[in-house]
C-alpha cells in the first residue's frame, strides 16, 4: 500500500475535521528575535515575528524546558541570517545539545553553513539541519541580498554531509520574483551530494513586502519541478514544505504533489486528503517538521 504523511506542526493550528493538532507540538525558535540583516526581498524580517523568541543560550534552554513540560516534542531553531548569509549559531551550540538531551527534536536552519558550525552541530546530536539551497546567481544577490554564489550554497551541502548530519535541504519554488531560475540547479545539488530528505516549498508573496504583488509561478511548472525531483532523487523522500500561496492554488499544488509521488504534505487541505483516501492510501498525521520525513 502507497504511504503519505501530513505533517502539521503546532507552529500553526490545523484541523481539518479527522485531525486536530496540537498548540506546543512542535515550535518555532528565533535566536535572534525578529533581527536580520539580509532584509531579504521576499520576507523582510516578517516571519521571524511569528516565532518565538531566545536571544541567549540561557533563555533557550529555558524556553525548551518550558515547552518540554507542555508537552512539546520537537522545536525549530532559526533566526536571521548576518550579512555572510549565516545564523549566528555558534553561542547555542552548548544550549542546543541541552535540548536534545531533554528529548526534543531539534531541527536547525543554519543558512549557509563552516565547517566548525557542522562538526558542532553534529556534536550536539540535531534531529535534522534544513538548509537552504539557491542555484542561481541573481536570486541570491537580487532577493536575499547576499555576495555569495550557487556554489557556496553546494558547498554547505557537502560541509553538512561530511559531517555527518542529517541534511533536509529546502527549495523554494519560485523564489526570483516568481520566476524559475535555479531550482533545477538545486536540484542537482542535491542529486550529486544526497540527504536524508528534501523539501519543496513556493514563494508565498507576504504584503508590505517588496514581493507582496508578485505572482507565483504556474502550477504546471511546479508540477514539473516535482517530477524532476522524483526522477533524479527516487529513493529520497520529498516533502511539499508548509510555505505556499492559500487557497485554491494551494489545493491544486497539493494534487500535483500526489500525482508526483512526493511522500509527504504539511497542512493539506481536507480536498486533498480525500483525494488521497480515494486513492487508498495509507495515512500518518504528524506533528513535526516536514523536514524529519524519513524518520
Known amino acids: 500500500m502507497t504511504k503519505i504523511a501530513f505533517y502539521a506542526p503546532g507552529s500553526r493550528h490545523y484541523d481539518n475535521g479527522l485531525f486536530e493538532n496540537s498548540a506546543h507540538s512542535f515550535v518555532n525558535i528565533s535566536i535572534t528575535g525578529t533581527q536580520c540583516q539580509c532584509n531579504?526581498?521576499?520576507?523582510?524580517?516578517?516571519?521571524?515575528?511569528?516565532?518565538?523568541?531566545?536571544?541567549?543560550?540561557?533563555?533557550?534552554?529555558?524556553l525548551a524546558a518550558d515547552l518540554r513540560s507542555r508537552g512539546c516534542r520537537g522545536v525549530l531553531v532559526s533566526g536571521g541570517a548576518g550579512s555572510d548569509g549565516s545564523v549566528p549559531l555558534l553561542p547555542f551550540i552548548g544550549a542546543l545539545k541541552?535540548?536534545?538531551?531533554?528529548?526534543?527534536?531539534?531541527?536547525?536552519?543554519?543558512?549557509?553553513?563552516?565547517?566548525?558550525?557542522?562538526?558542532?552541530?553534529?556534536?550536539?546530536n540535531i534531529t535534522r539541519v534544513a538548509l537552504d539551497l539557491i542555484g542561481d546567481g541573481d536570486t541570491i544577490r537580487d532577493v536575499y541580498h547576499l555576495q555569495r554564489t550557487p556554489k557556496d550554497y553546494h558547498n554547505s551541502l557537502q560541509i553538512a554531509r561530511q559531517a555527518g548530519l542529517k541534511v533536509s535541504p529546502h527549495i523554494v519554488i519560485g523564489l526570483h520574483f516568481g520566476q524559475i531560475r535555479g531550482e533545477y540547479q538545486a536540484l542537482q545539488m542535491v542529486a550529486a551530494e544526497g540527504a536524508a530528505s528534501l523539501v519543496l516549498v513556493i514563494l508565498n508573496p507576504l504584503r508590505s513586502t517588496p514581493m507582496g504583488e508578485v505572482v507565483p509561478p504556474p502550477a504546471a511548472a511546479v508540477a514539473e519541478i516535482f517530477t524532476t525531483a522524483r526522477r533524479l532523487l527516487p529513493n529520497t523522500p520529498i516533502a511539499l514544505g508548509c510555505a505556499?500561496?492559500?487557497?485554491?492554488?494551494?489545493?491544486?499544488?497539493?494534487?500535483?504533489?500526489?500525482?508526483?509521488?512526493?511522500?509527504?504534505?504539511?497542512?493539506?487541505?481536507?480536498?486533498?486528503?480525500?483525494?488521497?483516501?480515494?486513492?487508498?492510501?495509507?495515512?500518518?498525521?504528524?506533528?513535526?517538521?516536514?523536514?524529519?520525513?524519513?524518520?
Open 40 to 62: 531579504c526581498e521576499h520576507c523582510q524580517g516578517r516571519l521571524l515575528k511569528n516565532m518565538l523568541s531566545a536571544t541567549e543560550p540561557e533563555l533557550l534552554i529555558s
Open 98 to 124: 541541552e535540548m536534545t538531551a531533554m528529548g526534543l527534536s531539534v531541527v536547525v536552519h543554519p543558512g549557509l553553513l563552516t565547517t566548525e558550525t557542522a562538526e558542532l552541530l553534529a556534536q550536539a
Open 244 to 295: 505556499r500561496p492559500p487557497g485554491l492554488y494551494s489545493r491544486t499544488i497539493e494534487r500535483l504533489a500526489v500525482d508526483a509521488g512526493l511522500n509527504a504534505i504539511a497542512y493539506p487541505a481536507r480536498e486533498t486528503v480525500d483525494y488521497v483516501q480515494s486513492l487508498g492510501y495509507d495515512i500518518n498525521y504528524l506533528e513535526t517538521c516536514c523536514g524529519i520525513v524519513a524518520d
